[in-house]
């Protein structure tokens, strides 16, 4: 193909449009569009950032089929593997991907590999964005089918994602041609333009060997039915989550958070779990309501996020402090 034939969305995915950091989202003068491009190379679109307790600030870039990479960075495959996909407008250095692989390279036990698809997941562009969550779940499970080949066990090997970066989890894990993961983890799943879409295109039970989803916005920018094994309704799972209410958040000098506080409380949670695995205790009921009138109180329990028990089945529930930390427990 001739440089006069290339569609403009190729050749902005090669220049990478110009961008600009706002708060902690990147607004992009052009989207890329995956669907009119998808033979671009994906190298440039995205990169697997590694972080291990030996590099916890500065990551090691890992590529598809680069072995000199792989081997040279500081991946152990005897230890468990995070593989964290960010939200619309996020990049790896900030927002949820920061405060998830902190709590990750704290433990000091995991191997992070945080998927870099800012430019894929670009403001304001969201139609293109959350089109391009196929995209990005098909190149990730490329990418850990080539690490499977390498070594990775999939019994160690938990995706987890924000958001957009919910979805394209679960189309990574249903397009895995070397088995399942053993863990999905979707907080707070993206709901606009995925309501509709088939289960192949969004985070569905079938994608890993257990899938679990924390909902915060249900129903706003989140969804609201349940989409995994084991769904938890943190104050019913909907906005405004406690310290979200409109008259904490509108004297705040961040813009973003007035429209997404209670939508990012989800990722907030998981961190804090990750960090504290006996802690957010929650109930199995059938409903918000009847959890709150006590009607639940013997049911069974588990634990919201990282120390979920992984037999547990259904809607759970519970409440949260206002502010950090959440857990009441």
């Known amino acids: 193909m001739d440089a006069a034939t290339v569609p403009?969305?190729?050749f902005l995915s090669l220049i990478r449009p110009p961008g600009i950091q706002?708060?902690?989202?990147?607004?992009?003068?052009?989207?890329?569009?995956k669907g009119k491009c998808p033979f671009v190379r994906d190298n440039n679109d995205l990169v697997f950032q590694l972080y291990t307790r030996h590099n916890p600030t500065?990551?090691?870039?890992?590529?598809?089929d680069d072995d000199e990479r792989l081997f040279a960075s500081s991946i152990d495959f005897h230890d468990p593997t995070v593989i964290y996909f960010h939200a619309f407008m996020e990049t790896?250095?900030?927002?949820?991907?920061?405060?998830?692989?902190?709590?990750?390279?704290?433990?000091?036990?995991?191997?992070?590999i945080v998927v870099d698809a800012q430019r894929l997941e670009a403001g304001p562009w969201y139609f293109k964005a959350a089109e391009n969550t196929w995209y990005i779940g098909r190149i990730a499970a490329q990418f850990i089918d080539y690490l499977v080949s390498r070594g990775l066990k999939l019994s160690k090997t938990h995706l987890v994602g924000?958001?957009?970066?919910?979805?394209?989890?679960?189309?990574?894990?249903?397009?895995?041609?070397?088995?399942?993961?053993?863990r999905i983890t979707g907080l707070d799943p993206a709901l606009p333009l995925f309501d509709k879409l088939g289960l192949s295109q969004r985070l569905d039970p079938s994608d890993a060997e257990f899938v679990d989803v924390i909902h915060t916005?249900?129903?706003?920018?989140?969804?609201?039915?349940?989409?995994?094994?084991?769904?938890?309704?943190?104050?019913?799972?909907?906005?405004?989550?406690?310290?979200?209410?409109l008259e904490v958040v509108l004297p705040k000098q961040l813009v973003l958070n007035k429209f997404f506080c209670s939508h990012w409380r989800s990722y907030m949670f998981?961190?804090?779990?990750?960090?504290?695995?006996?802690?957010?205790?929650?109930?199995?009921c059938a409903s918000w309501k009847e959890y709150a009138r006590g009607f639940c109180a013997h049911e069974p329990t588990t634990h919201m996020g990282f120390g979920v028990d992984r037999k547990e089945r259904g809607q759970y529930f519970l409440t949260t402090h206002r502010q950090s930390p959440y857990s009441i427990e």
């Open 58 to 64: 500065v990551a090691h870039s890992l590529l598809i």
């Open 162 to 182: 924000h958001s957009l970066g919910a979805q394209s989890a679960g189309v990574a894990g249903a397009s895995l041609q070397s088995g399942l993961v053993s």
């Open 270 to 284: 998981f961190s804090e779990s990750v960090l504290r695995p006996d802690a957010f205790v929650a109930s199995r």
């Open 8 to 10: 403009l969305a190729c």
């Open 92 to 112: 790896p250095d900030d927002g949820s991907a920061l405060m998830v692989r902190e709590a990750y390279t704290h433990r000091g036990d995991t191997n992070v």
């Open 217 to 245: 916005d249900a129903g706003i920018f989140g969804f609201k039915q349940q989409v995994g094994h084991v769904d938890f309704y943190p104050n019913g799972g909907i906005s405004p989550q406690p310290g979200c209410e």
């Open 22 to 33: 706002f708060e902690n989202a990147l607004l992009q003068i052009a989207p890329v569009n």
